[in-house]
């Protein structure tokens, strides 16, 4: 069974703090997405992820992918509120077009 | 509207009773995939359609669950005699075939269901 962990569950940091959001597994996938999701809404994409060691920017936040497209990370710098969320990593594997989605993180932001 | 659109937005239901849900995807986007989401749980995948096909189902679909995808467009997903455990957010997203991110899925809004 695959399986992609996440850390921390919860994070609640103070505005202008920086985090970073973990997502593991033992399993290799071909592409790799980040979605953030708000209560009472579906997933949002945030970005998508191919290749290993791929790293990229979306203002404030950076995703990298792993050399062995095992596990990423999602870096937010200068946290704001507008940041609170539950974070998803969700990973494809080779020969599925199913996502397996992470535990996810919760992230609070005070201002 | 470019968006995957779900309908209804919450259901309320009794136990035993049957409910249909309705997903429409981004336009031309030949696969479309179910998700379950339960409170504090990342989405577990249900099924997904390639065009009208159904590709893939999980394990998670019991004989209660029945997805359709008949024209290749809109999907729909029935659950009968609902059951309390049947309580959770059902997600629809959908995909394209071509371009450097075929493999990325959007999802809609999602349909909460409560069964009482």
């Known amino acids: 069974t695959q399986l992609l962990e996440q850390s921390p569950q919860f994070l609640s940091i103070q505005e202008g703090e920086n985090l970073t959001v973990y997502c593991n597994s033992s399993?290799?996938?071909?592409?790799l997405q980040w979605y953030r999701q708000e209560p009472g809404e579906g997933p949002v994409l945030l970005v998508t992820?191919?290749?290993?060691?791929e790293v990229k920017k979306l203002k404030r936040l950076t995703f990298q992918f792993g050399d062995a497209r095992k596990d990423s990370s999602l870096h937010i710098t200068a946290a704001q509120p507008g940041d609170t969320g539950l974070y998803l990593c969700a990973g494809r594997s080779y020969n599925t077009d199913k996502l397996i989605f992470g535990t996810g993180t919760r992230l609070q932001v005070f201002p | 509207d470019t968006g995957v659109s779900q309908n209804p937005r919450h259901k309320i239901t009794k136990r035993g009773q049957n409910v249909t849900f309705r997903c429409d995807p981004i336009s031309e986007h030949n696969r479309l995939y179910w998700y379950r989401q339960t409170l504090g749980q990342g989405p577990e995948f249900l099924t997904y359609?390639?065009?009208?096909?159904?590709?893939?189902k999980s394990r998670l679909l019991s004989d209660r669950f029945s997805a359709e995808r008949p024209k290749g467009s809109f999907s729909t997903l029935e659950i009968q005699r609902t059951e309390q455990g049947d309580s959770a957010m059902y997600l629809c997203?959908?995909?394209?075939?071509?371009?450097?991110?075929?493999?990325?899925?959007?999802f809609g809004p999602g349909t909460r269901l409560l069964v009482l």
């Open positions: 997203a959908s995909s394209g075939v071509r371009g450097p991110f075929q493999e990325t899925q959007y």
């Open positions: 359609f390639q065009n009208e096909a159904q590709l893939e």
């Open positions: 992820v191919v290749t290993g060691g």
């Open positions: 399993s290799v996938f071909s592409s």
